[in-house]
Every structure is written in C-alpha cells, then in structure tokens.
C-alpha cells in the first residue's frame, strides 16, 4: 500500500463545475499538506498549504484536511478551462522530504 | 514571495558529456533543497535532499557519482549530471525548503536531452 493515494483521472468537468479532488494517507505523522498544480512541461506550482486538520480558503480554492480520517480534499469552484493540469498533493511531517500522491489529471472543458 | 528559478531551463549534450543545472531560491533563504526528476506523465521521483554546507542525501537507487549535487549557498544548489547518457534524458526539477514549516517551491524544471 502506498503512502499516499490519489486518484489519477483523467477527471473531466465542463466550465463552471465545482471540483473535488481527494487524497487519502496512511502516516499519522504527516503535520504538513499541500496541493500543487503542475502544467505539462512545468515545475509544479503551490496552491495552498496547511498545518494540521481544518480548512483553508484562497480565491476560488478551498483544502480541507481531517487528520482523524487521513483524508484531504481540495475543491475549485467556478472552475475554468485554464485550470486543466495535473493536481498532486503532498505531505510530510515537518522538515522531511515531501510524500507525494500520483496526481490527478483535470479536464475542464468550455 | 517564495520564488525558486532553474538555469538552464533546456539543454541539449551529447552523450559522454556532463551538464550542469543552478537552483536558486530568489527571495528567501532555503537551508535544504531537493532535486526530482519526473518521466512523462508520471508523478515526481526524489533523487537527493540537499543541506547547505554538508553531504547531500540520496535516494536508494540514485548514483551518487553520476549525479553530483553541491549546496554551497543558501540560495543556490547545483546538480551536474555527469557523462551522461540518452537514458539520463528526463525533466529535472528542485524544490526549496522555507521557513519552519514544510512548504516547499519548486522550480520550473530543466529538460534535459542527450544525444
């Protein structure tokens, strides 16, 4: 069993639409959770970070963590046909290297 | 903030040759940084962890001779890829460590071709 599991797509929605992407963990260490956004041919970009269970808003992004489920989501709304990429997310427990999840491809077509 | 660039961001060798890739964090200072490389449409495989200072750490697997890391600065790692070979032909991509919690910023990925 992996780490970190995720999902890999393609998931496709029309513009609009509300996204859920979703992650599920199995170390009960993990402190630390991002999403990242990764265009073909791109390093990945950081989109939202959070320390510990709750949630997190930023623009039209919203990440959510429940430690008690070792479960994370990461919802767009409104989403856009720019915002197709690949979405991984990540974790550690600190100052460690990042566990990765497979990353889910998105499709938001017009 | 939290800006981390790669020089170069293609380069072409021919085999046999050793090419050098610069990771910089541009606006803050990163005490560790971390090389990946990532094969098409699969997800990013760690190579090393690089301290500032000291040795860098490397992932069971990866040759430490062949890939050369050094993390003079706190701005700046380097990974030299040495007499390369077609099969090091990859998308190679740092990240860098800031501050006291555990996000990091990655660069924008080095594609490397060798003929």
């Known amino acids: 069993q992996k780490e970190v599991e995720q999902d890999p797509g393609p998931l496709s929605v029309p513009e609009g639409a509300i996204v859920s992407l979703n992650c599920t963990y199995s170390?009960?260490?993990?402190?630390?959770f991002m999403w990242y956004r990764q265009y073909s041919r791109k390093g990945p970009e950081l989109l939202m970070y959070?320390?510990?269970?709750g949630n997190k808003e930023d623009g039209r992004f919203t990440a959510q963590v429940d430690k008690s489920s070792k479960y994370i989501s990461l919802f767009i709304r409104d989403s856009q046909p720019s915002d197709s990429a690949t979405y991984l997310c990540?974790?550690?427990?600190?100052?460690?290297?990042?566990?990765f999840g497979t990353g889910t491809r998105l499709l938001v077509s017009p | 903030g939290a800006v981390v660039s790669q020089h170069p961001s293609r380069v072409i060798c021919k085999s046999g040759t050793s090419v050098k890739i610069e990771c910089r964090s541009l606006?803050?200072?990163?005490?560790?940084m971390f090389w990946y490389r990532q094969f098409p449409k699969q997800s990013l495989m760690l190579m090393a962890t690089?301290?500032?200072?000291?040795?860098?750490?490397?992932e069971q697997g990866v040759e430490k001779d062949k890939f050369l890391i050094n993390h003079a600065s706190l701005t700046l790692s380097t990974l030299t890829v040495t007499s390369a070979h077609p099969e090091d032909s990859s998308f190679y991509i740092c990240?860098?460590?800031?501050?006291?919690?555990?996000?990091?910023?990655f660069g924008p990925g080095t594609r490397l071709t060798v003929t």
């Open positions: 990240s860098a460590h800031r501050g006291i919690s555990g996000e990091q910023y």
């Open positions: 690089s301290n500032e200072g000291s040795k860098a750490t490397y």
């Open positions: 959070t320390y510990s269970s």
């Open positions: 606006d803050f200072q990163a005490t560790t």
């Open positions: 990540a974790m550690n427990t600190g100052f460690q290297k990042l566990v």
């Open positions: 170390n009960s260490a993990f402190q630390y």
